[in-house]
């Protein structure tokens, strides 16, 4: 980035390099086969990649976690209560295939080893789209992933209950096999820690009232929001070739919605995944997903070779 446009960027631009001396003396506490168990279908992230990107991440959450506790018990210490502490509540965006679901675990599994934070929750909004049924009835089925596609009013409710401190809050749960939401299945959410919400439209902005009453944002519910980018021909590769890999695996499942692409050639599997590509994904990062980027607190930027080059931190 030139001096100019340094000057007026709301971030502090950092190199990998720079940033993973931001690590400090962070232990790396995962091992090779607990990472291996992380990574998503089609994700390449290494021990190397962790060291140098994630603890620091994982170094920078631990003081804001432990600076809003303060905070926290310091409006206790003035209301004269005891109330239990409020999850720390994540949100982590990008496009489908960027691999936010293979971060978001990995950064679980690091911020659990903070002895002030053990307990630390994930939810992927995906639990929240309105079910097959109901987007059939309203012509939504290509629409999956849009913002109209999801129970806006539940996962407000939901966010606003965790962040009220309830106990046994639930989250209802997708499935990739059956491509709908499980009916009677949920997570459980019992007061964590930490609590990271991940999905591609976590940052949406909510529509601006009509009758005057204002709804909130969902990010309105975030202490810290994560952006993971990368280039839309990159993205798009990465979706492609997952699809070969669901074709090979998942896809030849009798159970799963998408059985009959098991069977598909070599080229009209790059057909398929294509066409979903620019026909659902594509037009949805355009117009919902890329232009909430520059509401995230950190932009992470991964390049072709599932590396991360470059850390964005929003300066406070
Ligand atoms: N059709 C599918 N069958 C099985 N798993 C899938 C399918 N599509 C996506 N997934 C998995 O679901 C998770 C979410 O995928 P996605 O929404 O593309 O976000 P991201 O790649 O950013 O995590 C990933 O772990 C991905 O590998
Ligand atoms: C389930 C998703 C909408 C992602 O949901 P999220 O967890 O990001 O809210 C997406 O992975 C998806 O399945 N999109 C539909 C089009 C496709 O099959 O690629």
Redesign the pocket.
């Known amino acids: 980035m030139d001096n100019k446009a340094a000057e007026v960027s709301p971030y502090l631009v950092f190199s990998r390099a720079d940033w993973a001396k931001l690590r400090a003396d962070t232990p790396l506490t995962l091992t090779e086969a607990e990472l291996h168990e992380l990574r998503g279908i089609n994700e390449q992230v290494s021990l190397g990649e962790v060291a140098d990107i994630y603890l620091p991440l994982s170094r920078l959450l631990n003081l804001y976690v432990g600076a809003m506790q303060g905070l926290f018990q310091a409006t206790q210490d003035f209301l004269g209560r005891n109330h239990h502490k409020v999850p720390y509540v994540i949100g982590m965006a990008g496009s ?1 295939a960027v691999g ?1 679901s293979t971060m978001a675990r990995i950064l679980q599994a690091l911020l659990a080893r903070w002895p002030d934070h053990p307990r630390v929750a994930l939810v ?3 639990g ?2 309105l079910p097959n049924a109901v987007l059939e009835r309203e012509g939504l089925m290509t629409r ?2 849009f913002p109209e ?2 129970d806006l009013p539940a996962i407000l409710r939901f966010l606003s209950d965790v962040k009220s401190g309830m106990r046994n809050v639930r989250a209802p749960i ?1 499935s ?1 096999l059956s ?1 709908d939401v499980l009916d009677g299945e949920w997570i459980t959410i019992d007061q964590p820690d930490v609590l990271i919400v ?4 976590v940052l949406q902005p909510a529509k601006l009232p009509r009758d005057g009453k204002a709804i909130p944002f969902v990010s309105d519910f975030f202490d810290f929001s994560v952006y993971l980018d990368a280039d839309e021909e990159v993205l798009r590769r990465w ?1 492609v070739e997952r699809f070969f890999r669901l074709r090979e695996t998942a896809f030849r499942d009798p159970r799963s919605y998408f059985h009959r692409y098991a069977a598909l050639s070599d080229e009209e599997t790059q057909q398929t995944a294509n066409r ?2 620019e026909t ?2 594509l037009v949805n990062l355009r117009e919902n997903v890329v232009p909430t980027r520059q509401r995230a607190d950190l932009i992470v930027r991964k390049e072709a070779d599932h590396t991360i080059h470059q850390v964005w931190l929003r300066k406070l």
């Open positions: 489908v936010k992927p909004t995906d929240f789209l999956k992933g596609s999801y997708y990739h491509y991940e999905g591609l439209n979706y979903i590509w659902i994904n």
